[in-house]
């Protein structure tokens, strides 16, 4: 499996436009997170998915940001309109629930600027 | 909202010291995982603790997982500059029937120095 594949790997847009992060997770695994990485606040949960289903997204900042799975194999995370405080390192990752506990998989991250 | 502050933020040693960095909660968790990240990259798991008082090691790092099931750390022997990097800790628990969370704690950056 290729793993975690989220695009763009790099996104820099001017403040007020949209914005769409894109992810597909690991076939077969039923959990899929979307975190934010900042030097200042480290890495937050934003939402996440259980079979497809949003189970939580009490991490989702405000109204700006919002969150879909329409299949197993594919979310996306839109931010609208964005500001220069969304700026961050956007990670999409991926888990099987396992008996023991939930082993995450990360994609490589979408590093967005905005200007 | 669970939170775990982990300690010390930054560390930097010189190769060959010993070094051990905690992960703290008010929270009791069903598990406890340590990742490790680096440069443009997204973080991968070095462990999964489960049991309270677990210790596990992997070559130079042995990890424990706290009695309450509360906190952990993880100790390095003998640092190598290959062992820089973010170590993050992560605590996972069952929210609802069938779905579980995973929250991080912000991390500590180490620098293993020539």
């Known amino acids: 499996d290729a793993g975690v594949i989220q695009s763009p790997r790099h996104e820099v847009t001017e403040m007020g436009q949209e914005v769409t992060l894109r992810c597909k997770p690991i076939s077969g695994h039923d959990y899929l997170f979307w975190y934010r990485q900042t030097m200042m606040r480290g890495l937050e949960l934003l939402i996440y998915f259980n079979n497809n289903v949003p189970i939580d997204d009490s991490g989702m900042p405000e109204d700006r940001f919002s969150a879909k799975m329409p299949n197993a194999s594919f979310s996306t995370l839109k931010i609208q309109p964005s500001e220069p405080r969304d700026s961050a390192v956007y990670f999409c990752?991926?888990?099987?629930?396992?008996?023991?506990?939930?082993?995450?998989?990360f994609g490589q991250g979408t590093r967005l600027t905005v200007v | 909202t669970q939170l775990l502050e982990q300690s010390p933020q930054f560390l930097s040693i010189q190769e060959g010291e010993n070094l051990t960095v905690y992960c703290n909660s008010s929270s009791v968790f069903s598990s406890l995982q340590w990742y490790r990240q680096e440069p443009g990259e997204g973080p991968v798991l070095l462990v999964t603790v489960v049991t309270g008082g677990e210790v596990k090691k992997l070559k130079r790092l042995t990890f424990q997982f706290g009695d309450a099931r509360k906190d952990s750390s993880l100790h390095i022997t003998a640092a190598q500059p290959g062992d820089t990097g973010l170590y993050l800790c992560a605590g996972c628990n069952q929210i609802i029937q069938g779905a579980q969370k995973l929250v991080f704690g912000q991390g500590t950056r180490l620098t293993i120095n020539p």
């Open positions: 990752a991926s888990s099987f629930t396992l008996g023991g506990g939930t082993e995450a998989f």
